[in-house]
């Protein structure tokens, strides 16, 4: 599902910045920059993140850099504040057919805190395979268990809320007892051979709960099915939840809540082979 508050993200997507910059440098190295390179990311949103944590590394020499998301709001956001050249904006869900013209023609795909919110991870699999040039690679880095799951467990049963689609933004792993087994079967099934696959334990402080609470409207993706009137008391039982939700740690301190965010994130790393039959 696509994000709808671009704005709102690009002002709350510290925790999304702190999660890629993290792994990035921890894991950059294995990045094999090919000269010229064609470039692909998805789930771009607004661009924070990225620029942030992804320009500053790209390669002088890269020949184009796509940043695209299922969201028209996001790119039509982007668009107006990256004026780069060498970058295009594309509307596309990277779990469903993608243009015939993207196959085998990046050399790099990126993924910052997307994988986790796609509806079919089998299919956005052998799509990032199927557009990668022979020998390109990709880098993911994507939840676990996704920080709002609990929140839209408890929703979609809500008797005021649940009739608005609150299930549709439960992770598609969420019930599974062990979600690296079924995104690897989904890499697998994509026909990566070559690849790396690690869970690491990532701990975000809001700096403020204020902070956190605008991520996670930002995130909500079922806002346009909420009518207008009944927003101001969705929200409030939206973000009545975050107390309940195991991931994020609420503590009091000098009269404020401070909150904090424990969750597992997957850093997945992979190489298409040179040589396909
Ligand atoms: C949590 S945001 C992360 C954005 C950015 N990568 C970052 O790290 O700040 C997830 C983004 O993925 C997009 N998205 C969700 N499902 C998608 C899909 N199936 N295909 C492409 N983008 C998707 C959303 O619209 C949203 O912009």
Known sequence: MGMVLPELWSKSCSVAISLASTQLHKYQHMINWKK??????????????????????????????????????????????????????????????VPEEFHNKFDHVFGFSVMHMVKNPRKAFKNIYDMLKPGGSTFLIFFEKTPIDDLFDRL???????KYGQEKMISTYYYSKNTKDDYQKDIEAA??????FNVEQEMYRFSSEEECDNSLVAVNCTIPEIP??????????????KMRA?????????????????????????KKPENIQ
Not at 156 to 162: D, Y
Not at 191 to 196: A, L, N, P, R, V
Not at 230 to 241: G, N, P, R, S
Request: proline residues 4%; contains cysteine; neutral net charge.
């Open 191 to 196: 026909q990566f051979k070559d690849y790396t």
């Open 228 to 241: 207008k009137e009944l927003y101001d008391e969705y929200i409030k039982d939206y973000l009545k939840e």
């Open 246 to 270: 195991h991931l994020y740690k609420i503590s009091q301190k000098n009269g404020k809540n401070e909150v904090t965010l424990h969750a597992n994130v997957f850093v997945f790393i992979a």
């Open 36 to 97: 010229s390179a064609s470039i692909l990311e998805i789930g771009f949103a607004d661009g924070h993140t990225s620029s942030h944590c992804l320009a500053p590394i790209l390669p002088q020499d890269y020949s184009e850099f796509v940043a695209s998301d299922i969201s028209k709001e996001m790119i039509n956001y982007a668009k107006q504040y990256f004026k780069i050249p060498r970058w295009k904006f594309v509307q596309m869900d990277i779990g469903a057919n």
């Open 156 to 162: 979609k049963t809500h008797p005021k809320w649940g």
